[in-house]
């Protein structure tokens, strides 16, 4: 029998979890705040963004956000972000990625405040996690990763193969595999646009994490029988719906769930988790600068 991956489920469980630690950290006199920053008016970040500012109302994170225009020179959104990194009431924020073209999204993520950069992409963070020693996991890595403690999913000495190498989803999560740790131990296998023969790098894995951003792209054939199959990916594709389009992974999940031991669907596997996990980097980030000790799940 394929086990399917509830990550509505699992993100439940962490989301209640860190209530508790938002209420030690009230108590002490801080409440936990996130901010979002969006530059331009793209409709799916403004839809992601929303979601960001509902996730923290219900779990009591104080909510704010900036909009900056479109159109406007790159320093405006710098300022935006110095102001942020000023705000005591902000503990972490999110610049909403894609930014507008003539924004370089490198010189973004060097101006947030380590310590408030919850997405965990500032170089300073990214060297930690390399190294062992990470303060903020990327939000969807993590949330791969408490997938596979909530469901037994033991890395140690297991092939793992990650196809996509993005910064990410793709590279934090192959290093904070290849960690020596209890949640690390695996053998990692990172494929990309320009790898010869994908196929043969996914049968040879306990493990499949697909994050290319290609629709249904690892179908049941490039899967060995009791394999777990986790797919990171949503893609919108045209359907006969209300919408218009329908979301799907890269993974066929009919053809994939008759090989796999256990599998993510699309919706409802590690999109929750990612949006638990920029929670509990919040919460985190307010730990550390208001110097509270809080319990993590
Ligand atoms: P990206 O476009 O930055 O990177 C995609 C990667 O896939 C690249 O490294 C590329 O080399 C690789 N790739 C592309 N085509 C490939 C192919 N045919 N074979 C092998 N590798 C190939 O994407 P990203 O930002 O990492 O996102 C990947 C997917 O995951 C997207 O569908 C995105 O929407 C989704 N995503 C979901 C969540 C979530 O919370 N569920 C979070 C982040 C990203």
Do not use: W
């Not at 990625?97 to 500032?122: E, L, N, Q, S, T």
């Not at 919408?243 to 590690?270: H, M, N, Q, R, W």
């Amino acid at each position: 029998m394929t086990e399917i991956i509830d990550g509505n489920a699992v993100a439940s469980e962490i989301r209640d979890d860190l209530t508790g630690a938002i209420e030690t950290l009230a108590d002490a006199g801080a409440r936990p705040g996130l901010a979002t920053v969006l530059m331009g008016d793209d409709p799916a970040s403004q839809t992601y963004v929303n979601m960001k500012q509902r996730d923290c109302e219900e779990v009591g994170i104080e909510s704010h956000h900036v909009d900056v225009d479109g159109d406007a020179p790159p320093e405006d959104l710098y300022d935006a972000i110095a102001a942020l990194n000023d705000d005591p009431a902000v503990h972490g924020y999110i610049v909403q990625a894609p930014v507008p073209d003539h924004v370089d999204y490198r010189d973004v993520i060097r101006r947030v405040d380590p310590i408030k950069d919850v997405d965990g992409f500032h170089p300073e963070n990214v060297g930690r996690l390399v190294t062992g020693d990470a303060r903020f996991r990327p939000c969807t890595p993590h949330g791969v990763q408490k997938l596979f403690e909530a469901y037994d999913v033991d890395t140690e000495g297991k092939d793992v193969t990650i196809v996509g190498r993005s910064d990410i989803v793709g590279k934090p999560l192959a290093n904070l595999l290849i960690q020596k740790a209890e949640d690390g131990n695996a053998t990692v296998t990172v494929c990309h646009s320009r790898t010869v023969d994908l196929a043969a790098k996914t049968r040879a894995a306990d493990v499949v994490v697909a994050a290319a951003g290609v629709p249904e792209l690892i179908d049941g054939s490039m899967i060995s029988e009791g394999t777990v199959v986790i797919d990171v990916g949503v893609n919108r594709v045209e359907a006969d719906t209300e919408k218009g389009y329908e979301l799907v992974g890269d993974v066929e999940f009919e053809s994939a769930k008759g090989k796999a031991s256990a599998i993510t669907p699309v919706p409802g596997g590690v999109g929750p988790m990612t949006r638990a996990m920029l929670l509990y980097n919040t919460v985190k980030a307010a730990s550390l600068q208001e110097d509270v000790a809080v319990d993590l799940p």
